[in-house]
């Protein structure tokens, strides 16, 4: 019979025979860290931030108002040029005021034409006379289209001083316009760069956003697991749960890489890294468990992606 020190021997052996058979089979296809598009949200105009209520872990909708910068010397600006075009329209020519002297002249050498043919018929006049009125009725004609082509070209003279004025006007509008910080995409702040009341330059991040409904794994694997995957296959996606375990998901393939690289050097050991392995990366709706920088596993479903 065996002692009891054989026993405990034997008992010690066993589990690890156990772990080793089981440290010998891969457990995961392939691992990685969860990521998200994210997107800088920059400032489109100078000035102070004169408000910005924006914090970080703070979800928005789209076209949510967030603050503005400082565009008063924007308005003065555009009250200035406002003032220079009512100038220029003060010097634009009246035409019709202008002609009415000549039309006025045009209207009663016309009366007079008319009498001198009547005198000509009666033969109380000459023809000279009518020649006079014909002529001095050609010279006034003359004279209001002369006129009145000046005063259109005068006109459109100043109203083409008026146009880059306008154009100016227009720019300024634009920049107050964007001035006004309106979120553009629905998601969560992920970092704020700006507080309230600093001066901002145009370009200047003023924080980052994410949409985190939904998180990209992204993976890697070897080229002998090239063959086993495809676009738009369903794949598990396994995470620490904090206790032991595993949380366990699906989500879908939508990239891999056509160009294999250096396995990062986030893995552990130096000879890993040295290997070549191919990109990958796996969406994965997201409820809130899943976080940027957490670390999932990845496990081939063949039996779904037939």
């Not at 025979?17 to 691992?31: R, T, V």
């Not at 967030?66 to 040029?81: E, K, N, W």
């Not at 001095?136 to 083409?160: C, F, H």
């Not at 980052?208 to 080229?223: E, N, P, V």
Request: aromatic residues 6%; charged residues 25%.
């Amino acid at each position: 019979m065996m002692n009891i020190k054989h026993i405990i021997q034997i008992a010690l052996i066993i589990p690890a025979g156990l772990m080793s058979c089981d440290n010998g089979e891969p457990e995961f296809d392939a691992s990685g860290a969860f990521e998200a598009d994210e997107t800088i949200i920059s400032a489109e105009a100078s000035g102070k931030l004169l408000a910005f209520a924006v914090d970080e872990g703070q979800e928005l909708r789209a076209d949510t108002y967030l603050g503005y910068i400082d565009t008063v010397q924007l308005s003065l600006s555009i009250r200035q040029l406002e003032a220079q075009i009512d100038a220029v329209l003060s010097r634009r020519p009246d035409i019709a005021a202008q002609l009415s002297a000549l039309n006025e002249q045009l209207r009663v050498a016309e009366i007079e034409q008319k009498r001198v043919e009547q005198l000509l018929n009666a033969d109380a006049a000459t023809p000279k006379q009518k020649d006079d009125v014909d002529g001095q009725i050609d010279v006034i004609k003359g004279n209001i289209t002369a006129l009145r082509t000046s005063l259109i070209t005068n006109t459109q003279s100043l109203e083409m001083e008026i146009g880059p004025l306008e154009a100016q006007i227009d720019q300024l509008k634009d920049k107050i316009k964007k001035s006004i910080i309106i979120n553009p995409i629905n998601g969560t702040v992920l970092t704020v760069f700006a507080e309230p009341f600093e001066h901002v330059g145009m370009g200047m991040p003023l924080y980052k956003i994410a949409d985190l409904s939904s998180l990209t794994l992204r993976a890697y694997i070897t080229g002998d697991q090239l063959t086993q995957l495809k676009l738009n296959d369903r794949v598990e996606v396994l995470t620490d749960d904090g206790s032991g375990g595993y949380t366990s998901t699906t989500g879908t393939v939508y990239w891999i890489s056509d160009k294999a690289e250096f396995t990062p050097k986030s893995i552990q050991t130096k000879d890993e890294r040295a290997n070549k392995v191919y990109a990958i990366k796996v969406r994965v709706e997201n409820d809130g468990t899943y976080k940027i920088g957490m670390y999932g596993e990845v496990k081939f479903n063949s039996s779904s992606n037939e």
